[in-house]
């Protein structure tokens, strides 16, 4: 999927791993606060959204968490362009999410055309080739036969396997485990094939500019716990600087106080 960002868009902000839950009140009244007042004119959201998403028809629940979650999204797209791309807790996320928050799925990886630079987006879980027993598992779930099978389960049976799949994650951050990054040279050669010199992920949890040689570089976002001490929580931010050929522009990462405190100011 390519993306040409319209002549009106100014300034881009790019979130990733909220993990939204209801458990996780801080985080999801900042969240909430953030989109109501960023100055942004797109956000794009590159996976992990969700701490899980059993599928669509959870918005049907009367009063529930996701359907909650969703009226916070249409909000917001009333006023911004809203674009959400699958990660690998929420990658059920189907068309009925999309028309009730009216957002845009992206495909994964997207290039965003912006600025006069081309944006590789990706949640980044495909890239991590080390975490070997991950991608068989990624493997496995994205395909249509796992997933017509498990949406065929009744919800209150899929919800008691998201949770079990929770708990093992969890587990899992308990233990002396080392995560797995992205592939530099996976990276690279994705970048190339795509002919761009910039990637924006997530999923790593390890905010940082890596330059991965003279002309490429990937941007890793922020995940989000507001209840972390320190709490963590940013927002990557594009804002153009010039315009005509050459465009340029800044990369800014700010707290979503500060994003809120922009348009407020």
Not at 154 to 159: G, K
Request: aromatic share 8%; net charge negative.
């Amino acid at each position: 999927m390519e993306l040409h960002a319209p002549s009106r868009w100014q300034c881009i902000d790019f979130i990733s791993d909220l993990h939204l839950q209801a458990s996780e009140s801080a985080t999801v009244l900042a969240w909430q606060r953030y989109l109501r007042g960023t100055v942004a004119d797109a956000v794009f959201i590159l996976g992990d959204l969700f701490e899980v998403w059993v599928g669509d028809d959870t918005l049907a629940q009367s009063g529930s968490f996701e359907a909650q979650c969703a009226n916070t999204l249409s909000s917001t797209a009333n006023r911004l362009d809203l674009y959400i791309l699958h990660g690998n807790r929420d990658f059920l996320m189907g068309p009925a999410l999309a028309a009730a928050c009216n957002c845009t799925l992206l495909d994964d990886p997207t290039l965003l055309s912006f600025a006069g630079e081309r944006w590789l987006l990706t949640h980044g879980d495909a890239l991590c080739l080390s975490d070997t027993d991950y991608l068989r598992f990624r493997t496995l779930v994205r395909s249509a036969q796992w997933q017509q099978d498990f949406m065929s389960k009744p919800l209150a049976e899929r919800t008691a396997v998201a949770h079990s799949l929770r708990a093992q994650s969890e587990a899992r951050k308990r233990s002396t485990t080392v995560y797995a990054d992205v592939d530099v040279s996976a990276a690279n050669s994705l970048l190339q094939a795509q002919g761009a010199r910039h990637m924006i992920h997530g999923h790593t949890h390890r905010p940082a500019t890596h330059h991965l040689d003279t002309e490429r570089e990937r941007l890793v976002l922020s995940d989000w716990d507001l209840s972390a001490q320190p709490p963590r929580a940013d927002v990557l931010r594009l804002r153009l600087s010039g315009s005509g050929d050459g465009e340029r522009y800044t990369v800014e990462r700010i707290p979503p106080s500060m994003a809120v405190g922009q348009a407020q100011g």
